[in-house]
């Protein structure tokens, strides 16, 4: 049979099982009276990779809307993807658990600031809090950047900025945070390599 | 990995220690089962609990958490006094023959060059004799008595399966029967595989456990072979990726060591990290590092960085010491540090001693939390009851918390633990005002550049200068990055023999790592990353998952780390001659011409075997090493110390040297030494694990996680808890030397009280997945009860032997 997934699905939606529709010899350009279609035939197939642990498995993400520009997509369901060849389709409990984790109550949603000795949290917008940012790297950059050391060698470093950088985000945003603090002169950086 | 997780099913022998792939990678674990069930593969596990990996296994023995080195040098002592070697290979292929230089030497537990005071090593002793011809000496009898092989043998001699039962409280029929299994791999058709994870590296002594199975694994000939190797079994989806960016203090992406304080100008700074060769005839391939290096510079430093400013190399800041994450803890407990960026991390959680870190981050000025989630480390000022025991009102950290999107909501590319990096694909945009962690970098650095730019400041060369060519220079796109980590020509790459002929012309991407130059005309973020994004494209996105050879090579699908090799030290897999060890499974052989077979040849295409260029290319010896020269911290051949927290009063292998109680090379800043605890008021080993339902810190922000396992436990063996009168599902308390955690008691069969050096020693078992934020029900933090301390070379805490004393809460 000549069909890729999504029509796959499509047939399966007339209630009959993938392989029992190819043992009794259907091939999907048969008409088939649709009563009642998957949710996931209707939903955009997007691959991705589960962000847990260094298995990496395949997944597939299923979410409403077709990603046309004014479309909100909604993650509905996730599972393994069938042709990673580590995978193969299966997730553990950790990954069977993904959607949860995407809309975990606990989800940030804008920036936030609590002020020195507050006991709360503050909502502010994203200009207040990256102009604050900067402000304050700046000022200590400035302030305490050494530019050679006590032998007169050019060091080009600032001693008092640390980072711990995510192993979670791609190579992509890992490349250039790093590129970014070294172009800063940070050296106390570290990831969840060795922790 | 020196392999990748679907050829776990080409082994014959499965052997995880330090491991628990069933609970911490079961979709890999997967193929560990297709080799048992298709080529009648052994699993063997040694491991302080009988864990779900174990309870599949043909054969378990228990271990003492922290002695693994005893053990592991126990096989090694094993392998040699019966035989059991690969002896072909181990006299080609590793540095057995090697003679080492007289001034060396071992003695009561201490090398040759200890500084007690300075806690380190003068190792200019731990190296090979050199002749007149400028190459190592060898003798390829193996019997001069200073050539490796017998240094070897006699430091070995003393694990003695006596004294590993002694050591690790592994009975001695167990410890044989472990050995035997091991043993049968050294048949040249035999292959056995390594599986390790947090459970060797998390010790004071953790790379000399991993440097022990290295040594073995060249002893029974399985490194380069199909189903053979070392799988080290990563953390995060990307952890493999984000340490190849080097997101770390001493290395810059793709491994090359950062420039340091000896480090005065590039010509010196280059020629420090150009080895040469160390035999004749070998490739050596780190002597392309100045390409490797100069391609970076002009990565981020573009037309700015010139041959007259030695390519901006005094722009890369020198480091001035450690900054490791405890050493970067530790500065800022000390008040060093005023500002910290934690991205996608919850240090507060993941570090040792709770306690300490909390305090640190009391002396920050400013943290800037940039994470999907409400983290525990984003809160760790604010009161949450006894698990977060703090007042706001005296923590004047400024705390900002931007949020960011997650995996499912930017596109990219994760590098699995087999170091195939994949493409992802973004599925949907993230909550609220969420923002990709690129952008959010991007805008903090384009605000401080603009700032540099309008009213100048500290040094703003490096940051008016660094490249940002993005289309949209406020949304740098992951093609773009990963055309940038990949590199490009910047002038016509010509062939250095002929050069009328022109490789790769300017501008376009390059395709391996080949084409770099030290001259300027060639920019490459990672070198180690060339040709992910070549002229043809993407290659991470290939989805191709063909298999023709039936080892699972896959080598279209995705893109593995270095040019698409997936077997590393392929070269290996083949003898002198260059005809496979087992046709079975052929990896690689010499076809007269050149090397073909089923993967990408870790070798010169066209290196004909009787030139003798030897497999293991990234060292100068063209070896591998069984003596690892000066490159450890704590010596050349792996001796087993005690965690710092021990059950016992000394090293049994030295009883009567108190300075090889504990790792001799170790780091313990002042006050953490002084937080240690003593087996007379903590009398219990513990040690940490992970549970199949969670990841990390992380999933007990997930309903579905948190509902199958929703509460904090520890697991105690039936005759402890009998002595201690805790049954099943008492509330207990169980205290470090740094503070308590309460939690539910699972007593259980899985952990054994073990007879170790003449008393007996039980384990208590910690997970650590809770904390006081997120969906399960709060709950205090492991991490207060470890120790921070680490392993000599990389420092990672250990977390996985220390001492606590537990009772009904």
């Known amino acids: 049979m000549n069909m890729n997934r999504r029509q796959f699905f499509k047939v399966c939606s007339a209630g009959l099982t993938g392989s029992s529709i190819a043992v009794m010899g259907f091939s999907p350009t048969a008409a088939l009276a649709e009563v009642r279609t998957f949710k996931l035939a209707r939903a955009t197939e997007t691959r991705n990779i589960c962000p847990y642990c260094s298995v990496s498995c395949g997944v597939l993400i299923y979410s409403t809307g077709d990603k046309s520009k004014n479309s909100q997509s909604e993650i509905i369901h996730i599972e393994g993807d069938p042709d990673n060849p580590v995978n193969r389709g299966t997730l553990c409990p950790k990954g069977a658990g993904l959607r949860d984790m995407i809309q975990s109550k606990d989800r940030l949603k804008w920036p936030e600031v609590r002020e020195a000795g507050s006991s709360e949290w503050k909502r502010i917008s994203w200009n207040e809090a990256l102009d604050r940012i900067a402000k304050h790297m700046k000022a200590d950059r400035d302030a305490n950047f050494i530019a050679q050391n006590a032998d007169g060698l050019t060091v080009n470093r600032w001693p008092t900025m640390g980072a711990l950088v995510s192993s979670a985000s791609s190579n992509e945003a890992g490349y250039l945070t790093v590129k970014t603090l070294r172009g800063l ?11 | 990995m020196t392999n990748h997780w679907v050829d776990i099913k080409n082994a014959d022998l499965i052997f995880v220690m330090g491991g628990n792939p069933a609970e911490a990678h079961p979709c890999g674990f997967k193929w560990a089962i297709e080799a048992k069930k298709n080529r009648k593969a052994k699993l063997v596990v040694v491991d302080p609990r009988f864990n779900r990996t174990a309870s599949v296994a043909d054969y378990y023995a228990p271990i003492r958490p922290g002695s693994d080195i005893a053990f592991l040098g126990g096989v090694i002592n094993y392998l040699v006094s019966h035989d059991k070697l690969q002896h072909e290979y181990v006299k080609a292929y590793t540095n057995a023959a090697f003679l080492i230089d007289e001034g060396y030497g071992f003695e009561d537990g201490i090398f040759s060059g200890y500084n ?347 940051i008016l200068n660094l490249t940002w060519a993005y289309t949209q220079p406020a949304k740098p796109s992951p093609e773009e990055l990963l055309r940038e980590i990949n590199g490009k020509a910047l002038a016509d790459v010509v062939d250095p023999k002929d050069p009328t002929k022109v490789l790769v012309k300017a501008g376009e991407q390059l395709p391996s790592f080949a084409m770099l130059r030290d001259d ?16 043809a494209g993407n290659n991470t996105a290939r989805r191709d998952n063909s298999d023709p050879s039936g080892l699972g090579q896959t080598l279209n699908w995705g893109f593995a780390w270095p040019v698409n090799r997936r077997i590393l030290y392929n070269r290996a897999s083949a003898d002198v001659a260059g005809k496979p060890w087992d046709a079975q499974r052929t990896v690689l052989k010499w076809t007269g011409t050149a090397w073909g077979g089923n993967d990408i040849p870790d070798m010169r295409p066209n290196a004909a075997p009787e030139e003798n260029v030897m497999p293991f290319i990234m060292t100068p010896e063209g070896v591998g090493r069984l003596f690892s020269r000066e490159l450890m911290a704590e010596g050349p051949l792996p001796e087993h110390y005690e965690p710092f927290e021990s059950p016992l009063d000394n090293n049994p292998m030295h009883p009567n040297n108190p300075k090889a109680k504990s790792n001799p090379a170790a780091r313990v800043y002042k006050g953490d030494m002084e937080a240690f605890g003593t087996a007379k008021d903590f009398p219990y080993v513990a040690t940490t694990y992970r549970l199949v339902e969670h990841f990390h810190y992380w999933t007990k922000f997930s309903q579905i996680n948190a509902i199958m396992q929703p509460e904090q436990f520890v697991e105690l063996g039936e005759e402890l808890a009998k002595e201690k009168g805790i049954k099943a599902g008492d509330k207990v308390k169980i205290r470090s030397n740094r503070g308590f955690i309460k939690a539910v008691a699972v007593v259980t069969k899985r952990i054994k009280t073990l007879d170790v050096d003449g008393k007996k020693v039980h384990t208590v078992g910690i997970p650590i997945h809770y904390g006081f934020k997120g969906a399960t029900r709060p709950g205090f933090i492991t991490n207060t009860l470890t120790p921070f301390v680490g392993d000599a070379n990389t420092q990672t805490p250990e977390y996985k032997a220390f001492l606590v004393n537990i009772e009904k809460a």
């Not at chain 2, 053979?228 to 989806?237: K, Q, T």
């Open chain 2, 520 to 535: 300027g005309s060639t920019a490459c973020g990672n070198w180690i990353y060339c040709g992910s994004w070549s002229q």
């Open chain 2, 116 to 462: 007690e005071e300075k806690r380190n090593y003068d190792k200019s002793t731990w190296k090979y004799q050199m002749g007149e011809d400028g190459f190592a000496k060898v003798d390829e009898t193996l019997q001069d008595p200073r050539c490796v092989f017998q240094l070897m043998k006699a430091h070995y001699a003393r694990y003695t399966p006596e004294v590993v039962q002694q050591v690790c409280g592994t009975p001695k029929d167990a410890f044989l029967k472990v050995c035997e299994y091991i043993a049968s791999t050294a048949a040249k058709d035999k292959v056995m595989t390594s599986l390790y994870a947090l459970g060797w590296t998390e010790h004071s002594v953790g790379s000399q456990n991993i440097r022990c199975m290295a040594m073995i694994q060249l002893l029974l000939g399985n490194m380069g072979m199909a189903g053979g190797g070392i799988g080290a079994l990563r953390g995060h989806a990307n952890v493999q990726g984000i340490t190849d960016m080097c997101a770390y203090s001493q290395n810059l992406p793709g491994y090359l060591s950062a420039p340091n304080e000896t480090d005065k100008d590039r010509t010196s700074y280059l020629e420090k990290r150009t080895p040469k060769a160390l035999r004749p005839n070998q490739m050596n391939f780190p002597q392309n590092f100045p390409k490797w290096f100069t391609s970076l510079c002009k990565a981020w430093y573009g037309n700015a960085a010139t041959p007259e400013n030695g390519f901006a190399f005094d722009w890369l800041p020198k480091l001035g010491g450690p900054g490791d994450t405890l050493a970067i803890f530790h500065a800022m407990f000390e008040g060093k540090i005023n500002g910290f960026i934690c991205q996608g991390f919850n240090p507060l959680s993941s570090v040792p001693n709770k306690k300490k870190v909390g305090d640190a981050l009391a002396r920050l000025k400013w943290m800037v939390v940039i994470d999907p989630l409400a983290t525990d480390t984003s809160e760790f000022w604010k009161p949450h009851g006894e698990f977060n025991d703090v007042k706001p009102a005296e923590i004047p950290t400024e705390v900002f918390r931007l949020p960011a999107t997650l995996f499912a909501e930017n596109s990219g590319t994760f590098t699995n633990s087999g170091r195939v990096i994949q493409w992802r694909w973004k599925a949907a945009d993230g909550p609220g005002d969420a923002k990709d962690d690129t952008e959010i970098i991007a805008a903090l650095f384009l605000r401080l550049k603009a700032m540099y730019a309008k009213d100048g400041g500290a040094f703003p060369d490096p």
């Open chain 1, 185 to 195: 002169g940070v050296t106390a950086l570290d990831t969840q390599a060795r922790i």
